[in-house]
């Protein structure tokens, strides 16, 4: 199927500022495709409290404000961590360096360590209300979930960072078509 005709299973373009969607499944499809062209950094979002301690793999991270520090995190609201993030609040967004792809596997669920495997491995320190904080993240941001927010199939946390630590070097991991991808830090010149 060539990329026009894969448009036009989507919309009609009788109007080019609002196209019509004729198949529901198809435009769900398409919009995956497009957002698997969409090229982010891969964080591992962690959370300890009463709910327990637990994280997961996202890319679904950006910047909301600086004033006061808030970031959006999306979650999809089926995952058996949602109810422990919505619960706990307290969460840290790591934004991995380049060389923890095997990390982001493991936090993704697609190896067979277990939660707590996970925390034990050697890279950890304690953050804030327990929270695990990645020794070596290209940056990590420790704060509250101060609103959370329905959207389809996913929720939106705001998280308002109240502690934020910055790596001055490392190369970054991102997401960018259904694979993981390192991207060097270029030298000052």
């Known amino acids: 199927m060539s990329a026009n005709s894969a448009l036009s299973a989507v919309s009609v373009m009788s109007d080019p ?5 004729l198949d529901p499944d198809a435009a ?11 090229g982010a950094a891969v964080n591992v979002i962690t959370t300890s409290g009463p709910s ?14 600086d004033a006061p520090p808030t970031l959006l995190v999306c ?12 619960t706990n609040r307290n969460v840290c967004i790591n934004v991995l360096p380049g060389h923890h792809e095997l990390l982001a596997r493991h936090f993704a669920g697609l190896t067979q ?5 996970r925390f ?5 320190d304690e953050g804030l209300h327990g929270v695990p904080v990645l020794r070596d993240a290209l940056a990590s941001l420790q704060g509250n979930i101060v609103e959370l927010k329905e959207v389809g199939s996913h929720s ?3 998280v308002e960072a109240t502690q934020i630590r910055v790596c001055a070097d490392g190369d970054s991991l991102i997401y960018f078509d259904r694979q993981f991808h390192r991207v060097p830090r270029l030298c000052a010149a």
């Open 28 to 38: 769900r499809k398409q919009f995956r495709q497009a957002m698997a062209h969409l």
């Open 17 to 21: 500022q609002r196209p019509t969607l």
């Open 156 to 158: 939106v946390m705001f």
């Open 120 to 124: 034990n491995l050697p890279i950890w």
């Open 75 to 86: 979650m999809n609201r089926s995952s058996a961590m949602h109810a422990v993030f919505e």
């Open 113 to 117: 360590l277990e939660m707590d495997a």
């Open 52 to 65: 327990g301690r637990c994280g997961i793999t996202a890319s679904a991270v950006c910047s909301v404000t």
